[in-house]
Structures are given as C-alpha cells and as structure tokens.
C-alpha cells in the first residue's frame, strides 16, 4: 500500500519561499512517478512538478524557474522548493505517487497517472 502524506504549507509574503515536505512509503526505489499538484480556488487542479524514477523532472510554465522538485531516498521524502513566491501560487497544494515501471523522459503532469494523494497541505501569499 502506498502512503502519502504532504506538510509545510504556510503563509508567507510575496517573494518569500517555502519548502513542501512529502513522506511517501510503499514504493519501490526507482519504480516511480512522484508529483506535485495545486488547487486553487474556483480552479482547475493544475500540476506542477513531477519526478520519474530515473531522476528527470518536469514543471508546469507558471513555475519553471521557481520551483524545484527533489528527492531523499533516505528519508522517502519528496519536496518541492518553492521560492520567488506569487499570490497566484496561493493554493492547497497535494502530493501524488504512482509505482510504476516506465522511464520518463519527460514525467507527466495529468492527475490521470497518479492513483495516491495526499489531503494536500495550504500555501497562501500574500501580496
């Protein structure tokens, strides 16, 4: 079974940053789709960052540049850095994992892949 659980969400002042925290357990090293969403209000979900189990990455264009998507195995954490911060980063923002034995070279970013979700954590910017 695949758990998922985010922390670190905050309220911070626009171009400030924050660190998000995922705990992900039941999956096997480097047989991975990791990947970071937000939802913001009256909004579609959107991804944001995703990591395939051979270490590349991908990122939505609202936040390339800005945001970084890393991995401890050690720790079987995902973050996602987030500086420059925005008020339209003002969100709840989830964590997402699939097991999975493709190689991305280009990890997805559609909701579709990943069948376990965190209850999301809240990051709000103020302006």
């Known amino acids: 079974q695949v758990l998922v659980m985010e922390s670190g969400g905050d309220s911070v002042q626009a171009g400030g940053s924050l660190r998000l925290s995922c705990v992900v357990s039941g999956l096997s090293y480097s047989h991975f789709l990791l990947g970071w969403f937000r939802r913001a209000p009256v909004k579609q979900r959107e991804g944001v960052a995703a990591?395939?189990?051979?270490?590349?990455?991908n990122y939505a264009s609202s936040v390339l540049g800005r945001f970084s998507i890393s991995t401890d195995f050690a720790r079987n954490t995902l973050y996602l850095q987030m500086n420059e911060l925005k008020p339209e980063d003002t969100a709840m923002y989830y964590c997402?994992?699939?097991?999975?034995?493709?190689?991305?070279?280009?990890?997805?970013?559609?909701?579709?892949?990943?069948?376990?979700w965190g209850k999301g954590t809240q990051v709000t910017v103020s302006s």
């Open positions: 997402a994992a699939q097991e999975t034995f493709e190689y991305y070279a280009v990890p997805p970013l559609g909701a579709a892949e990943y069948k376990n």
């Open positions: 990591v395939g189990g051979i270490g590349t990455t």
